[in-house]
């Protein structure tokens, strides 16, 4: 009995614990909406349905946008103001200062339409329409001769049956299929993208990256980071290439912004466009992923980052040009180690073991038959054995070379127009790059097999002794680098310039790589389909979420602190006096403005200090960040955050250490969003930037 008694037990565990998402998990599709409504409700929506996602006609989702390339942005504006985060902004930023006028470490705040700065290159991109056309690509692809099993996961197929369906496009509008659940299930999404952007506002670094590197994915947080753009359209409100005679769009929806502020265990809900995750990973790759992708980021990143970290400390002109690419590589390095943490402290070979074997045992419990999934996981399996070396390899070349060196992309400068030649320019030095080549490569030899490294770097190092000496030979003899002053040179036609054959050598060892793994991945993207359909079949497609892949989700929770460890508690909010607590006048991380301390001091927070609230000894506190408990990952980055009636109560910007490996099991006493509280935005705006023609054209509810 009492044997009968746990084997019931074990199998209660395996099917209803595993992989039906648990509470506040899940990245989900605007199209599962009314699935998770009444739960939604439960937990404190106020709005209705259709206020959230309205196929045929407006709704919050026509306020929520693609900033640029990777992050997500919101409309706060009858007058297209845009608002994302301070680092998402960042590059832009960048190239709009100069050592004059420094909008990075000064901020900006334009006082009239006219002080608005072009942001050449930036995109906005609005998601029109969604529409689930599994069924035609479907049948598009059984319908192609030449189709295979790979068909079905190939982004150009997908983007030429997209063109095909929506036929002629207007200017400024694009078609996209995505495969979603493995390609299980296919959407195409109709955008509309415009290029008129303009700079509007930021704080300085200083609060926008209060805390840097230190704090960066740590709770609790007191970043004010965000910053302002505008979107600029024709007369009409479509989009149009940059001109004086645009206008402001007047968009279809804005969000309207409480400023009554949050309460431990309010229902908080963000949409966005979350990157990449991987939840249907098996063990083998969870344990691929942290010896192979994280540790050799973790390895390399953290020699590059050390070496510019002290060229930048040393020179301001430096400190501009390799901010932002240090911010950059920061942020993946420390989301590795968290992702590492996560893995080691948190079970998460556990809990894809846990899912794949609940797969096969509710085949056995069904009387299904298993052996089609058995035969994808075991292909999955051999896959992943395969490809650890390859893997290897390549991550090393990319993390060393192709990602952590820049003086190769020179071999192409000849093609170039005079605008990405300058603004390499303006962001490269050729001395900095020569230490961190040296330092890298060196590195890269001694961890890559010579019989496995490009031939050039093989030679090379073989004929001048070292790694370091060899770096130096490329540096002086290529005629190559001279282009970077001159638009032309003269060049015997016998001369091998020694940059061009790394570049050559070193791309041709990369395409050898890819496409050994792209012959395993043959094997293993159809039977990860596979799979993946038999956890649909087992758990229902609406109760499960599609990894992410930069695609208009919404996921929700509560407003919500967290224990990372025993004796530590974090509470939900973070104030201003955390800012002033932190303060380090001899750290760059943590250096606080004189008029920030002045508006502490003065508690100058809004007209009648109507951003702050009052303690229980009647003293203001002005709310700085808090946490909740939605699921998000990278491009997440500048959603919104709102309460349950639909008004914005703070933007995403970050996730804590503890719960990084979120990306592939969701760690409900863990994972938590880090979101900047729109009240300090909005404080920030009044106050520091002294700029209330923003306040105004904004919707203010309390």
Same mark, same amino acid.
């Given at each position: ?121 930036? *995109? ?11 069924? +035609? ?53 109709? *955008? ?18 209060? %805390? ?11 970043? %004010? ?73 973790? &390895? ?64 056995? &419990? ?24 390859? *893997?290897? &390899?390549?991550? +090393? ?62 030679? %090379? ?139 502490? *001091? ?56 503890? %719960? ?43």
């Amino acid at each position: 009995m009492k044997k009968n008694f746990l084997l019931l037990l074990t199998l209660c565990f395996t099917f209803s614990s595993v992989q039906t998402a648990q509470a506040d998990e899940g990245m989900w599709l605007l199209t599962q909406l009314a699935k998770k409504y009444q739960e939604m409700k439960k937990r404190g929506l106020k709005l209705k349905e259709y206020d959230l996602y309205n196929p045929n006609g407006t709704s919050l989702k026509d306020a929520v946008v693609i900033f640029d390339q990777g992050c997500t942005g919101e409309i706060i504006s009858k007058e297209g103001l845009v608002l994302t985060n301070h680092h998402c902004g960042y590059d832009a930023i960048q190239a709009l200062s100069s050592l004059e006028h420094n909008y990075l470490e000064d901020g900006y705040w334009a006082k009239t339409y006219q002080d608005e700065l072009p942001a050449k290159g930036v *995109k906005v991109t609005f998601i029109d329409k969604i529409e689930d056309v599994t069924d +035609y690509v479907l049948s598009s692809i059984k319908a192609m001769p030449e189709a295979n099993e790979l068909s079905y996961f190939s982004p150009e197929l997908l983007n030429k049956l997209a063109k095909k369906k929506a036929g002629q496009l207007a200017k400024g509008i694009e078609v996209e299929i995505k495969a979603f659940y493995n390609a299980n299930q296919y959407l195409m999404f109709t *955008k509309k993208v415009y290029s008129d952007i303009r700079f509007v506002a930021a704080p300085p670094s200083s609060i926008g990256k209060f %805390g840097a590197d230190t704090d960066n994915w740590a709770y609790p947080r007191h970043s %004010g980071d965000f910053s302002i753009f505008r979107i600029y359209a024709d007369a009409d409100g479509n989009p149009a290439d940059y001109s004086e005679h645009n206008q402001p769009l007047k968009p279809k929806r804005w969000f309207n912004i409480s400023t009554k502020g949050i309460e431990k265990n309010d229902f908080a809900m963000i949409m966005g466009f979350p990157g990449r995750t991987y939840h249907y990973f098996l063990p083998d790759e969870v344990k691929a992923w942290k010896e192979i992708d994280n540790d050799i980021r973790i &390895q390399v990143r953290d020699v590059r980052q050390k070496l510019m970290l002290k060229e930048m400390l040393a020179d301001a002109k430096t400190n501009i040009q390799y901010s932002a690419k240090y911010a950059y590589s920061q942020n993946g390095y420390k989301r590795a180690i968290g992702a590492n943490w996560g893995i080691k402290n948190r079970d998460l070979l556990g809990h894809k073991q846990q899912q794949m074997q609940g797969l096969l045992d509710w085949c056995k &419990q069904k009387k299904i038959n298993a052996e089609p999934y058995a035969k994808s996981i075991a292909d999955i399996k051999t896959s992943v054995q395969k490809e650890r070396d390859l *893997k290897r &390899q390549l991550s +090393y070349l990319y993390e060393s070379i192709i990602f952590g060196m820049e003086f190769w992309q020179i071999a192409d400068i000849q093609r170039w127009g005079e605008e990405k030649k300058a603004s390499f320019t303006e962001s490269y030095d050729l001395e900095v790059d020569k230490k961190i080549a040296k330092a890298l490569l060196t590195l890269y030899c001694k961890e890559v097999a010579k019989e496995q490294q490009p031939q050039a770097i093989r030679e %090379g190092v073989a004929e001048f002794g070292s790694a370091e000496a060899y770096v130096e030979h490329i540096f002086k003899q290529s005629r190559q680098l001279e282009l970077l002053k001159a638009s032309s040179i003269a060049v015997d036609e016998d001369y091998k310039d020694p940059l061009l054959l790394f570049r050559q050598s070193v791309f041709a060892k990369y395409r050898e790589l890819l496409d050994a793994l792209d012959t395993i991945d043959k094997t293993k993207l159809p039977a990860r389909r596979n799979y993946v359909a038999g956890l649909i079949k087992q758990h229902g497609r609406d109760n499960l979420w599609s990894d992410a892949n930069f695609t208009l989700r919404f996921t929700f929770g509560n407003i919500k602190g967290y224990s990372p460890r025993d004796g530590i508690a974090y509470e939900h909010q973070t104030y201003l006096k955390g800012v002033m607590e932190k303060e380090d006048p001899t750290s760059w991380e943590f250096k606080v403005a004189d008029k920030l301390k002045e508006i502490y *001091k003065k508690k100058a927070y809004g007209k009648n200090n109507r951003f702050a609230v009052k303690d229980k000894n009647g003293e203001w506190l002005m709310p700085v960040d808090f946490a909740a408990t939605t699921h998000t990952t990278g491009g997440n980055s500048g959603s919104p955050v709102f309460n349950g009636r639909g008004e914005l109560i703070g933007i995403n910007f970050d996730r804590n250490w503890e %719960g990084v490996a979120g990306d592939i099991q969701y760690l409900p006493q863990y994972q938590r969003s880090i979101i900047c509280d729109i009240r300090y935005i909005l404080m920030l705006i009044e106050e520091y930037g002294e700029c209330p023609r923003l306040i105004k054209e904004m919707t203010l509810v309390n």
